[in-house]
């Protein structure tokens, strides 16, 4: 019987001190409109004018990590809101969901993330909970912003919307 108590104590500390994840806000975007050359491509024109407006839309959400593929096009991306913020961007490895979603559980503050049009919706549909997948963005999808919003109770939910309704 003693050793049950001593067990369920133990159970009870573990559990009551387990650290709890931080309420914030995680943007994931896929890259801006890219030209349409070579295997690295630089954005676009309007790829470009996407990054500052995305920037700007970014200004009051009180960013504290950006994360990004390591191409151009997703690091030109996010440029503006990483120097708008004054921080530096951090690569992350688009076939490894797993160690991102790991790494933004555990940081705190608001992130955003950059991927690509069949990476972006892997990502958010760990967040989605028992709500529907999000599916994989067409070829000419580059207006949605996803808004990750994680609640201190580990639990969390998706929104998509459009960079006009920001």
Same mark, same amino acid.
């Given at each position: 019987m003693r050793k049950i108590i001593l067990v369920f104590v133990a159970f009870l500390f573990f559990f009551s001190c387990a650290p709890k994840q931080e309420a914030k806000t995680i943007y994931v975007v896929r890259h801006a409109e890219k030209q349409l050359v070579g295997d690295d491509p630089e954005l676009s024109v309007a790829g470009n004018a996407r990054s500052v407006k995305l920037g700007q839309?970014?200004?009051?959400?009180?960013?504290?990590?950006?994360?990004?593929?390591?191409?151009?096009?997703?690091?030109? !991306? +996010?440029? *503006?809101?990483?120097?708008?913020?004054?921080?530096?961007?951090?690569? &992350?490895?688009?076939?490894?969901?797993?160690?991102?979603?790991?790494?933004?559980?555990?940081?705190?503050?608001?992130?955003?993330?950059?991927?690509?049009?069949? !990476? +972006?919706? *892997?990502?958010?549909?760990?967040?989605?909970?028992?709500?529907?997948? &999000?599916?994989?963005?067409e070829d000419i999808e580059y207006n949605f912003i996803f808004m990750v919003e994680m609640a201190s109770d580990g639990s969390s939910k998706v929104k998509r919307k459009t960079f006009g309704e920001f």
């Open positions: 839309l970014m200004e009051d959400k009180e960013i504290e990590h950006v994360f990004s593929t390591p191409t151009k096009r997703t690091y030109a !991306t +996010v440029r *503006h809101v990483a120097a708008n913020s004054g921080i530096s961007i951090e690569d &992350y490895d688009p076939k490894d969901h797993d160690a991102l979603v790991k790494e933004l559980r555990k940081r705190k503050g608001n992130a955003l993330v950059v991927g690509h049009s069949n !990476t +972006v919706h *892997h990502l958010v549909n760990y967040f989605v909970g028992n709500e529907d997948k &999000y599916e994989e963005l």
